[in-house]
């Protein structure tokens, strides 16, 4: 049964670094890409990146330097890292398994407040 | 970016009627667009990839059709558990991007 489940610190202060984990069971990170979503009151759902089964990242140029994707296949874990945030980065964070370009299964999502 | 525009905003059916919802892209992204459906308080769920096929698991009231830039989802017959809202997606180019959604709802 696949399965995914999200963990984050639901409470950011603006400027600080935002750190989320998705634990998936059920099938492996080393046959999937791993996508990271979001969305946002004032954006609703934008693509944020995504890992590939080997290893590589690629990046919406939104999010400039700001994000990486990274993972532990050992522990069946993905993680997103995003700095300097700001309130606009409020919302719930994604994380997805990517099935030939579609996300056919979805973490419950985390919710973050960027708020002082 | 590909700018994808949903339309209606809102659609307001009774149930078993029988509806369409479009989705523009602007430019040609071949048939490289999804449909996901997001319940209130619930992560998206994909129901037609590739702008026609079927997912396993989803009723067979849901199609899809289109190529380029116009693509439509069709509900043959509206059920009360429908009532949500729609998303277009498209993977033929980075950044992918989403529409903003089309509020399905109850007249």
């Known amino acids: 049964q696949v399965h995914l489940k999200e963990t984050g610190p639901g409470l950011v202060q603006p400027t600080q670094t935002l750190s989320i984990t998705c634990t998936v069971s059920?099938?492996?990170?080393?046959?999937?890409?791993m996508q990271w979503v979001r969305q946002t009151p004032g954006k609703g759902l934008e693509w944020m990146g995504f890992?590939?089964?080997?290893?590589?990242?690629e990046y919406n140029s939104e999010f400039k330097s700001r994000l990486s994707i990274s993972r532990d296949t050992s522990k069946n874990q993905v993680f997103l890292k995003m700095n300097s945030l700001k309130t606009e980065d409020t919302g719930v964070y994604y994380c997805?398994?990517?099935?030939?370009?579609?996300?056919?299964?979805w973490g419950q999502g985390a919710s973050v407040t960027v708020s002082s | 970016d590909i700018m994808l525009t949903q339309s209606p905003a809102t659609l307001s059916v009774t149930p078993g009627e029988s509806i369409s919802l479009s989705c523009r892209a602007s430019?040609?992204?071949?048939?490289?667009l999804h449909w996901y459906q997001q319940k209130p308080n619930e992560s998206p769920r994909v129901l037609i990839k590739?702008?026609?096929q079927t997912i396993s698991g989803i009723p067979s009231r849901f199609s899809g059709s289109g190529s380029g830039t116009d693509f439509t989802l069709n509900i043959n017959g509206v059920e009360p558990e429908d009532f949500s809202v729609y998303y277009c997606?498209?993977?033929?180019?980075?950044?992918?991007?989403f529409g903003a959604g089309t509020k399905l709802e109850l007249k």
């Open positions: 997805a398994r990517d099935n030939n370009y579609v996300m056919d299964a």
């Open positions: 059920g099938f492996s990170l080393t046959s999937y890409y």
């Open positions: 890992i590939r089964s080997g290893g590589s990242t």
């Open positions: 430019q040609s992204i071949s048939t490289n």
């Open positions: 590739y702008a026609s």
């Open positions: 997606q498209q993977t033929n180019n980075w950044p992918y991007t």
